[in-house]
């Protein structure tokens, strides 16, 4: 069992930049990949970063050159660093890792860009 405990989010205006942390415990080991979701008002789940099992990162189109996914292994949290923030980037944010084939996510993070 993963268990995953979201923070960071919040209200910023556009331009402005925010972190999200999501702090692991429980079995963190054998971890095939890790990152980030996000579900706007009235749309689909869209991933938006995420790290591989080899550390390589991944964007969404979207949000490439804004933000930057990292980890601290020894805190146990991966983050995501949002800068550059625009109105459509309000969503619910959820971190999320893979382990041997089950999905754990977090609890989800509101983030609000006013414009």
């Known amino acids: 069992q993963v268990q995953l405990v979201e923070s960071g989010g919040g209200l910023v205006q556009a331009g402005g930049s925010l972190r999200l942390s999501c702090a692991a415990s429980?079995?963190?080991?054998?971890?095939?990949?890790m990152g980030w979701y996000r579900q706007g008002a009235g749309k689909g789940r869209e991933l938006v970063a995420r790290?591989?099992?080899?550390?390589?990162?991944n964007y969404a189109d979207s949000v490439k050159g804004r933000f930057t996914i990292s980890g601290d292994n020894a805190k146990n949290t991966l983050y995501l660093q949002m800068n550059s923030l625009k109105p459509e980037d309000s969503a619910v944010y959820y971190c999320?890792?893979?382990?041997?084939?089950?999905?754990?996510w977090g609890q989800g993070s509101q983030v609000t860009v006013s414009s």
């Open positions: 999320y890792v893979v382990r041997l084939g089950t999905t754990y």
């Open positions: 429980g079995s963190i080991f054998s971890i095939n990949s």
């Open positions: 790290i591989t099992s080899d550390s390589t990162p």
